[in-house]
């Protein structure tokens, strides 16, 4: 992540895991049910455990192992293979100094995937020049899902301290339409 909680140290390779409503969140909108996704920052397969729970093929891969095995052992960024055929990438990526490496990986999602791309970013990573090849210039942005509630990245922590959001790319908008902003949260 690029901010966390002073008190927290910033995690190897940025292991911080998704709670289960924010996945749901996306899912309400773009729904998974027998699609076959890959998810190439699994973690610990907090996402992943809800993508398959919401009908979904789910394959992972993940730089390093933590406590949960994934299909693959892969850098996504790096490594040369083409990944497994899926019909859509949905991850919590690392971000990186500057988002740069969420920058790199939604560009390696994109061109290893031509369905859904779902990345949960922070909140104002379409506030910059260098990324509006990924957004504004974009034809496969579909638009962007903010998430009105914060994430607890940290057990014991009782809220998160940053916005968030998902991004998400499909195949192609419509001929004139325009990307879309939408509004989720925790069910009430
Ligand atoms: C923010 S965590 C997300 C974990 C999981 N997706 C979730 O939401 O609970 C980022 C994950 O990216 C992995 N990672 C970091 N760099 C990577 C890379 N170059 N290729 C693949 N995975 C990487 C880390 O090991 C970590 O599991």
Same mark, same amino acid.
């Given at each position: 992540?690029?901010?966390?909680?002073?008190? =927290?140290?910033?995690?190897? #390779?940025? !292991?911080?895991?998704?709670?289960?409503?924010?996945?749901?969140?996306?899912?309400?909108?773009?729904?998974?049910?027998?699609?076959?996704? &890959?998810?190439?920052?699994?973690? #610990?397969?907090?996402?992943?455990?809800?993508?398959?729970?919401?009908?979904?093929?789910?394959?992972?891969?993940?730089?390093?192992?933590?406590?949960?095995?994934?299909?693959?052992?892969?850098?996504? $960024?790096? /490594?040369?293979?083409?990944?497994?055929?899926?019909?859509? $990438?949905?991850? #919590?990526?690392?971000?990186?100094? /500057? #988002?740069?490496?969420?920058?790199? =990986? $939604?560009?390696?999602?994109?061109?290893?995937?031509?369905? !859904?791309?779902?990345? !949960?970013?922070?909140?104002?990573?379409?506030?910059?020049?260098?990324?509006?090849?990924?957004?504004?210039?974009?034809?496969? =942005?579909?638009?962007?899902?903010?998430?009105?509630?914060?994430?607890?990245?940290?057990? /014991?922590?009782?809220?998160?301290?940053?916005?968030?959001?998902?991004?998400? &790319?499909?195949? /192609?908008?419509? +001929?004139?339409?325009?990307? $879309?902003? !939408?509004?989720?949260?925790?069910? +009430?």
């Amino acid at each position: 992540m690029t901010v966390v909680p002073s008190r =927290f140290p910033i995690r190897q #390779n940025e !292991l911080y895991e998704t709670e289960p409503w924010a996945t749901k969140a996306l899912l309400r909108h773009f729904p998974v049910a027998g699609m076959r996704i &890959w998810e190439p920052a699994a973690g #610990n397969h907090m996402m992943a455990d809800v993508l398959r729970d919401h009908g979904a093929t789910v394959f992972t891969s993940d730089i390093a192992v933590y406590t949960r095995e994934h299909d693959r052992i892969a850098d996504f $960024i790096r /490594g040369l293979d083409a990944g497994p055929p899926c019909d859509g $990438i949905v991850t #919590n990526p690392p971000y990186g100094k /500057g #988002n740069r490496e969420a920058v790199r =990986f $939604i560009e390696r999602a994109l061109a290893a995937c031509d369905g !859904l791309v779902a990345m !949960l970013l922070t909140a104002k990573f379409d506030f910059g020049k260098t990324r509006l090849h990924l957004t504004r210039d974009n034809p496969r =942005f579909l638009g962007r899902i903010a998430l009105v509630d914060r994430i607890q990245w940290f057990p /014991g922590a009782t809220t998160g301290t940053e916005d968030h959001a998902w991004f998400v &790319w499909g195949a /192609g908008r419509p +001929a004139g339409a325009r990307p $879309i902003l !939408l509004y989720e949260g925790k069910p +009430a």
